[in-house]
């Protein structure tokens, strides 16, 4: 069974503050990785995708990966009160079984 | 990235009846995805929808109980057969984006369904 293992929270930072996010899975062979923000009662919006090991960053996003820790993270800077939401983390296997699954998400309250 | 119509957006059934949900895409795609998301619970996928052959399933959904189609590339229906309260629950369906930075995956809007 694939997992993906994130705290659930919340997570509490003030506005203005690094929000970091992480998510651990199980299998070694996964390959690609996102992190999706969904606000209560919309579809998940996919913020970033990694593939690789280090950072990438978009803006106030950065995703960081450690595959031999299986291991990746997202961080937010300069947090806003609109960044308040849950965060899934997702995890795709390109190997024989090609799927993405799902964590069960953080969910983020940025306070003004 | 692509534009992703999903409807109904909610309804509410009675036990025993059938609902169809119907997602539409502006652009042409491989694979489809159908997802439920029960109440405070993440994402689990139902199956996975190709043109042109047999929707795959996950474990613990079968074809009888959520019947799949995939008649053209731009379009899927999942309907919820014999619906139980157990239904009761987001469905969204998804596509593959391979352009852009960030690839990934879009959703529809969702569909809220509460069997009564």
């Known amino acids: 069974q694939k997992e993906v293992e994130q705290n659930s929270g919340p997570l509490s930072v003030p506005e203005g503050a690094i929000a970091s996010l992480n998510c651990t899975y199980s299998?070694?062979?996964?390959?690609?990785f996102f992190w999706y923000r969904q606000y209560s009662g919309k579809s998940p919006e996919l913020i970033m995708s990694?593939?690789?090991?280090g950072d990438k960053e978009d803006g106030r996003f950065t995703a960081q990966l450690n595959k031999a820790s299986q291991y990746v993270s997202l961080l937010i800077r300069d947090s806003q009160p609109s960044d308040s939401a849950t965060y899934l983390c997702?995890?795709?296997?390109?190997?024989?079984?090609?799927?993405?699954?799902f964590g069960t998400g953080t969910k983020l309250q940025v306070i003004p | 990235s692509a534009v992703i119509s999903q409807k109904p957006s909610r309804d509410i059934c009675q036990r025993g009846t059938s609902l169809t949900i119907q997602c539409q895409v502006d652009?042409?795609?491989?694979?489809m995805f159908w997802y439920r998301q029960q109440p405070g619970q993440s994402l689990t996928l139902i199956a996975t929808?190709?043109?042109?052959?047999?929707?795959?399933?996950e474990s613990g959904f079968v074809i009888d109980k959520f019947p799949i189609s995939r008649p053209n590339l731009t379009f899927s229906t999942l309907t919820v057969s014999n619906m139980s309260p157990e239904d009761s629950s987001i469905y969204l369906c998804?596509?593959?984006?391979?352009?852009?930075?960030?690839?990934?995956?879009?959703f529809g809007s969702g569909t809220r369904l509460t069997v009564v």
């Open positions: 998804s596509v593959e984006e391979k352009g852009g930075k960030n690839y990934g995956y879009t």
């Open positions: 299998d070694r062979v996964s390959q690609s």
């Open positions: 990694i593939y690789s090991n």
């Open positions: 997702a995890v795709f296997d390109s190997g024989g079984y090609q799927k993405v699954t």
């Open positions: 652009s042409q795609v491989t694979m």
């Open positions: 929808a190709n043109q042109g052959s047999e929707a795959t399933y």
